[in-house]
């Protein structure tokens, strides 16, 4: 019984952690896709030219394993929101 308990209140703690980060992870890609709009540079190029901080940031942000259903899905939004 307690094991049941506590794998419930775990993964309601992940499908929580996993609904906050969604929007969260939109507004950084939306904002990464408007800084590549200013600038006029590729993706690649600018991940070149972030400082160590902005790729600190980035790393934590998008390379995070837990982050990573959340990124999927604020991208697959983003997709479907500006074809």
Do not use: D
């Amino acid at each position: 019984m307690y094991v049941l308990s506590s794998g419930i209140f775990f993964g309601s703690i992940a499908v929580l952690y996993f609904l906050i980060m969604i929007p969260i992870q939109y507004s950084y890609i939306s904002g990464l896709k408007e800084r590549m709009k200013q600038t006029g540079l590729a993706q690649s190029e600018l991940y070149e030219k972030m400082s160590f901080e902005e790729e600190q940031a980035h790393f934590s942000l998008q390379g995070n394993l837990f982050n990573l259903p959340s990124a999927i899905v604020a991208s697959l939004i983003y997709k479907l929101r500006h074809r």
